[in-house]
């Protein structure tokens, strides 16, 4: 996964992720540049076409809990509640 990218981790095979070690430089690239947006849709997509639903909803709430709780990476809300939310099929 490009989760390194994003200044994210996977911490377990449930797909429970948390921040990298990179965390701080990454999410600041992440909220000034929108254009990865369609890049995590696109890898939310991918999962779960790829037998890999279960990892989806871990990092859609870890990308929320960012961006709504922390404030981290506040310029991603509305691409997670309009687009990243709907690409988890299961809804537990």
Do not use: C
């Amino acid at each position: 996964m490009m989760l390194e990218f994003f200044g994210i981790k996977l911490i377990d095979k449930n797909g429970n992720v948390a921040r990298a070690v990179n965390w701080q430089e990454r999410f600041q690239h992440l909220n000034e540049s929108q254009h990865n947006y369609l890049r995590i849709t696109r890898i939310l997509k991918s999962l779960g076409e790829l037998g890999y639903e279960s990892f989806k909803s871990p990092l859609v709430k870890f990308i929320l809990h960012e961006a709504l709780v922390e404030n981290t990476i506040p310029n991603i809300k509305q691409s997670a509640l309009e687009y990243f939310v709907y690409t988890i099929r299961d809804r537990r």
